[in-house]
């Protein structure tokens, strides 16, 4: 095949490929995100828009959607990971009403399934999966933010009217930033700390009614609007107070902590950090679902930036009179490229979390070695999606130019709506801190059972790594590139081998060199403890993001592995490219540190830069099938400018040019006048 030739690729079977078993359900929920009747207008008024939000939210539920995570005891399916995949397409129609609906039916519904009993399901689940009991999830305080372990919010039980007291003592404690509590909540599951007996047991989950049937706060309920925010107009945001407000014993939600009639406190787990964190952990659909919300938006930039720059000319070429497409200009190639590549990995590595998700969600008793996987991956995915959402969003918007900056192409309120999902389910720095803390409480465990014949060949591999690495000897050309690939080519360079040495060894040597720097804290005070950790919290951040990058680089692996190479030749191949440009665009990236780790030689890392720049042409050569690979309609992109009108208005120039240029009395150039001149 010539090389400058584009791929033939089935589009549609890369795309069903790529999103793996449910992607017949992710083409379900693009055929409701379609409808018309989901779209906001920008001249609607708050509360028009909030209402049209509520109505797209309860139409999801009678479209069945809802069901698909109801609890088999109530007659449902229990398929939590096809129904967040269906829902995270809601992005599409619009960002409020998959906000809106997640707090509905992932938080307020997760929350009193998850954290309740089956007497408390019949009670309340099915109505809120149904859209007819709507809620809110009041976690988030003012003073605390994400630091929900201290929130100063109580639920003092007084066992004479066998009844809980929801108070909150200042204005720090009050619930802050509540999806559906301006409007729309009759009810809310309320976090706050339980005391019982005297004795404080920590943030449990409590069911709080906060409005009457006509609307209005009940009684000791105070409720504030947020008004105007930077993005996601639809949703009602507010505050909720409580002043003494009386609930029943049975509002605890008490799957791990009960209070008996008389006030005594069980749960079935005794440590109070873990039942805390067994607790929140439950709740990590919000996570999962921001990860691939966060995805879907990033691909449907994608498509709209793709698509103009197909059609889109500008400045002319080496023909005279012809102007070149954007999509020709290396530079293009270069900001849209590494973006595709990039998404498809947050969305390969996406359908890995969610066979996590569901394994655990689908246990009644998960191995807590799976449940603390999901939780650190689905904290490190959501971080690292939403940030690559916003960044994708914003260069799509710039590369169309002006026409991206008109509000009418999306763009514009797609980045707006985007804004706060690095801050929804917890902040994404403080995300990422949790997953390194978890990397760093897994290599101690690691070094903690390991027996004396392994930690003798653990230090010899250590001693050998800094001897290879951090000395003379690296310099001598003994780098991983050198091992592996000996000679200086870009096919070698594209090495799938290579890329997953640099990518690991990146991540197990700033692992390691944390873990030392970190050691002296297990024999200092408390105070003297947090400084080292502080000190270091930047670098405990970086280890973090790296490792999910490579978790994302071997999602992208595992399915390039498993495409059949002699039924599905070209397919094969683009999606080859896609992940050595994600590979080697992390690379890139951190380009410096695998040279002064004596990971890659100076000629090798020299090579990496121009393989990315081919790599992205090749991949620009399919640029309309790249677009075409998201699976989007023009009822979800809803944009002048990719949806033909840039080519229509190019043919119309170039047929007025052609017509013109026939013509006897056509003007003749400034710059021919002047060169005959100068000839004669």
């Known amino acids: 095949m010539n090389a400058k030739a584009p791929l033939s690729v089935d589009v549609d079977y890369l795309r069903r490929f790529l999103e793996g078993d449910r992607a017949s359900v992710r083409e379900k929920g693009r055929e409701f995100a379609a409808h018309s009747a989901l779209r906001l207008k920008p001249e609607w008024s708050l509360e028009r828009k909030r209402q049209a939000t509520l109505e797209g939210v309860v139409a999801l539920a009678n479209a069945g959607f809802t069901t698909l995570s109801m609890p088999k005891h109530l007659g449902g399916p229990e398929d939590y990971a096809s129904y967040v995949a269906g829902f995270e397409e809601l992005v599409l129609a619009e960002p409020s009403i998959q906000i809106k609906a997640g707090v509905q039916y992932g938080l307020f519904s997760g929350a009193i399934h998850h954290l309740g009993n089956k007497e408390q399901h019949a009670r309340w689940l099915k109505d809120a999966l149904e859209g007819k009991l709507l809620g809110s999830f009041a976690m988030t305080e003012i003073g605390h933010g994400s630091d929900v372990a201290n929130v100063d919010t109580t639920a003092t039980y007084d066992p004479a009217k066998q009844e809980f007291v929801i108070h909150t003592p ?5 619930k802050e930033y509540i999806g559906n509590a301006a409007a729309h909540a009759q009810a809310a599951v309320v976090f706050a700390r339980l005391i019982t007996s005297g004795i404080d047991y920590g943030v449990h989950a409590f ?6 049937e006509g609307g209005r706060p009940l009684p000791g309920v105070t409720i504030e609007d947020d008004g105007y925010k930077g993005g996601l107009a639809g949703v009602d945001n507010g505050r909720f107070g409580f002043d003494q407000v009386r609930i029943p014993r049975e509002n605890l939600l008490d799957r791990y902590g009960h209070v008996a009639e008389d006030g005594e406190y069980s749960s079935p787990i005794h440590s109070p950090g873990k039942r805390f964190f067994t607790m929140l952990g439950t709740l990590v659909m919000g996570r999962v679902s921001l990860d691939g919300a966060s995805t879907v938006a990033s691909k449907l930039a994608l498509d709209i930036a793709l698509r103009y720059a197909v059609h889109r000319k500008q400045f002319e070429g080496g023909v005279p009179g012809e102007s070149v497409h954007l999509m020709d200009y290396g530079e293009h190639q270069r900001r849209l490229m590494p973006l595709v590549a990039k998404a498809w990995a947050n969305s390969v590595a996406h359908e890995n979390l969610l066979d996590t998700f569901d394994e655990v969600f689908s246990s009644e008793a998960p191995p807590e070695a799976t449940r603390q996987l999901l939780e650190s991956q689905a904290a490190g995915f959501k971080a690292v999606s939403t940030w690559d959402a916003l960044d994708t969003i914003q260069e799509c918007r710039e590369a169309c130019g002006g026409a991206g900056f008109m509000w009418d192409n999306r763009l514009v309120g797609l980045r707006h709506d985007l804004d706060v999902y690095v801050t929804f389910e917890g902040d994404n720095t403080v995300l990422l801190q949790l997953v390194g803390k978890r990397l760093l409480q897994d290599y101690s465990r690691e070094l903690k059972d390991i027996d004396f014949g392994g930690a003798a060949r653990y230090l010899s591999h250590q001693a050998a790594e800094h001897s290879l690495y951090r000395s003379g000897i690296a310099s001598m050309g003994r780098t991983i590139g050198d091992l592996f690939t ?6 070698r360079i594209r090495s799938g081998q290579l890329q997953e040495a640099l990518l690991s060894s990146r991540v197990d040597s700033m692992l390691s060199d944390l873990a030392q720097k970190l050691r002296p804290a297990a024999k200092m005070d408390r105070q003297a403890a947090a400084d080292l950790f502080n000190a270091h919290q930047h670098q405990l951040i970086q280890t973090a993001e790296a490792y999910i990058h490579l978790l994302k680089w071997k999602a992208l692996t595992a399915r390039l592995r498993a495409i059949d190479t002699t039924e599905h030749p070209d397919e094969a191949k683009m999606l080859r490219r896609i992940r050595d440009l994600y590979g080697l665009t992390l690379i890139h990236e951190h380009i410096g540190w695998h040279v002064m780790y004596g990971r890659l030689s100076m000629a ?30 023009s009822e979800h992109r809803r944009t002048q400018i990719s949806e033909g009108q840039e080519a229509a208005r190019q043919n119309e120039a170039t047929a007025h040019a052609r017509q013109a240029r026939s013509r006897t009395d056509y003007p003749i150039d400034e710059r021919i006048i002047r060169a005959k001149k100068k000839k004669s």
């Open 207 to 212: 069911f709080v009614p906060v409005r009457s």
């Open 170 to 174: 200042h204005r720090q404690a009050v």
């Open 604 to 633: 090798r890392a020299r090579m990496v830069e121009p393989t990315i720049g081919r790599l992205c042409r090749k991949l620009a050569q399919n640029a309309q099938d790249l677009a075409d690979m998201f699976g989007f309609t």
């Open 486 to 491: 000996p000679a200086l080519a870009s096919k």
